[in-house]
């Protein structure tokens, strides 16, 4: 049987890739500083290497700082911020629950699909894109429903650029006996991120927005009660490789004598560099990082403001870490995002569905949340609208 | 809503992590390439930037070589091996229909669980660890199953050295027109793996194997057949991430325009890695890299045997990649392995399942392929033994 067999197809020949150099402020990825690019050149180790065990502790515990919580289950899923939407979603929900999704943009949607396809029975709130969840709206909701398992939301919509009150949510939640499923991914390291204090019960987020990190990775956690709830299931989870009670054998180890175990093989790369990014957020300090993000981001509005740009998001709900940017009627999107690619090696990001063309999303993310960036950036807009 | 909260939680504070040297000799991840490592700290850049997709096109043609298929449908999903399986069972099967899984080691258990929680209705077959895939249990059961709608199997089990016979498996499959879903991550780039030749529907692999990458990302190739069969599924594919349908927008684009169109931030540093090793497959030549794992391989057993050691796999169906060695009784697992490790720098693997503790695991992939590696691992192995 291992006798070579004739080639059918003739191997392409092409040459070593090599990155253009990029200025990201988009949506994401983000700017990733060379230390964090470094160590992900190292050299591969086992992913059941004791010094690889140790380094994931290391990990787990700075992710638990700059999520603000003491979740003993708190790790990086291996795979995209859309993977860590999956785990939280796959392990929390059951079918046939009623579960109620907040949708004020792309994201919140997302989620809404995610359960769907879970099994759950979804109901949503909607909220025109541009604003915050609207409490009011969820609290009608859960009253009219008790039987709601699971309310789910994203703290920081993406694709509108809008804060919702994550701390508020999850309080109305915990009041009725509803467990919550936050999403974080643009929120985590840019503005407060507060587990804890919220009483969130699954929370999951993305490397490569303001942790400035490759993407990849999907940092996740789980209160006590989220651990009970997936430990008590009356059906499987039906990712088996996002079923928490498997994946905390390599994470958490045997609960006695915490030996870890093969589940599957983790990308130890990745994961040195989020080591290496989520170092660099601890060594900073998160009220050093919150701050720079909107100092920066203030640079930015102001600058773009005094070009006759206008802000979509009000001022009390706006991320400083995701801009949009209404297009005012002379500036056309294409065009303008292209020469900024192309002339200024700077890549801005699209308005996404009804917002297509009308507005950019401008991304102060990470190591991108940098004033000198937001000069850059401003210069190179100002450059392109002059001719 | 963005004020600074106080921090409760206080910031742990860490080393960079300088990971040891070691050569990976295990079931994987293998020895990565300097070049590979290299690229991979190169800067990161947008997933829609267009020197991304051109990369990415290149990335797939290597792929089609490398599976040996001209299969539109082949890209890397963005996550482990383990990912990779779930997105060809959960494309392929559907909720109650009846799901053959011939079972001869970990993997293909794991297949049939991940089966089961697509809500397959699933059969098994079920050989001596050790053995190949018995196709005559296969053919009895199509034979007494008529309404088998796909089948499963490993070409290379991880868990035991074994190589089933993958081309038998899929004829008889395509003869009662049952589809294939066929694990291919321990074999792709370390034994022939020819997938138009096969005929197989649904494959997938891994990047931490004989391809010499970094863990993290999964190969897979889907036939026309298999498409189809995707796209006129009465159910949704349960993960969201891993629905054909939609990932197909980014890894293929609009079927008009070819248009790439976001679905989910793809790890752009770690396909750069695979763009990289695909390359060095593609310079080398397939014939090149079979007989060179092969080569190295029989220098190990050479040397293993020579020292008492014995093969738990017949000659006939074993693995060069992936040795399979059995303890002889003055032989101790851990405290030998331990050694290695601390010593030496080497790396093995331990048994799984009814083998712990009984065999090693030795990997000969990829980098790991080399006669110089196979002369250090023996002499290490020597030296433990001797004292």
New interface residues.
């Given amino acids: ?5 004739p ?8 040459e ?7 200025l ?1 402020m ?1 949506a ?2 983000s ?2 500083h060379k ?1 964090v ?11 059941l ?4 065990i140790k ?1 994931m502790d ?1 990990l787990k ?2 992710l ?2 700059t999520f ?3 979740n003993s289950l708190t790790f990086p899923v ?6 860590g939407m ?1 785990a939280c979603v796959n392990n929390i929900v059951e079918p046939n629950q009623k579960v109620l999704i907040a949708i004020n943009g792309v994201f919140g949607a ?1 989620m809404a ?2 359960a ?3 099994g759950a029975d979804v109901i949503t709130t909607e909220d025109e894109w541009g604003k915050a969840v609207d409490i009011n709206k969820v609290k009608d909701a859960i009253d009219s429903n008790p039987e709601i398992s699971t309310l789910g939301f994203v703290h920081a919509e993406t694709s509108t650029g809008v ?1 919702s ?1 994550a ?1 508020a949510l999850c309080q109305l939640a915990a009041n009725n006996n509803i467990m919550t499923i936050v999403d974080t991914v643009t929120s985590l390291a840019g ?2 991120v ?1 587990v ?2 919220w009483g969130a019960d699954a929370v999951y987020s ?1 490397t ?1 927005k303001c942790l400035s990190c ?3 990775l999907s940092p996740v956690t789980f209160s006590e009660k989220a651990v009970e709830k997936v430990l008590n299931r009356s059906s ?6 996002l079923d928490l009670s498997l994946v905390a054998n390599y994470w958490q180890g045997d609960s006695q004598s915490g030996v870890r175990t ?1 589940h ?7 994961l ?2 989020l ?2 990014a989520l ?1 660099r957020v ?1 060594a900073e ?3 050093g990082v ?2 720079r993000h ?1 100092e920066t981001s203030n640079i930015i509005v102001t600058g773009l403001e005094s070009m006759g740009f206008k802000m979509l998001v009000d001022q ?2 706006r991320l ?1 870490e995701l801009l949009t940017v209404l297009l005012p009627t002379n500036v056309e999107d294409g065009p303008v995002r292209s020469r900024l ?1 192309n002339e200024f090696n700077i ?1 801005i990001s699209a308005g ?1 569905g009804p917002f297509a063309g009308k507005l950019w999303r401008i991304g102060v993310m990470g190591e991108g949340a940098r004033p000198k960036n937001a000069q850059k950036l401003l210069e190179a807009i100002d450059e392109c609208l002059k001719n």
């Fill in positions: 049987m291992n006798t070579l067999t080639l059918k197809n003739e191997p392409p020949m092409v070593s890739f090599i990155p253009p150099q990029r990201l988009g994401g990825p700017r990733v230390d690019l470094n160590i992900m050149s190292q050299t591969t180790i086992g992913h290497d004791p010094e690889m380094m290391e515990e700075m638990r700082y603000q919580t003491k291996s795979g995209p911020g859309s993977l999956e997302r699909e995610v769907r396809r879970a804060m009150d701390g503005i407060p507060n804890d204090v993305g490569q490759p993407p990849g499987p989870v039906q990712s088996w490789l093969y599957h093989t983790a990308p130890v790369n990745a040195m560099g080591h290496e170092r601890v300090g998160l009220d919150w701050a909107r009390s709900v400083p690619l890549e996404l």
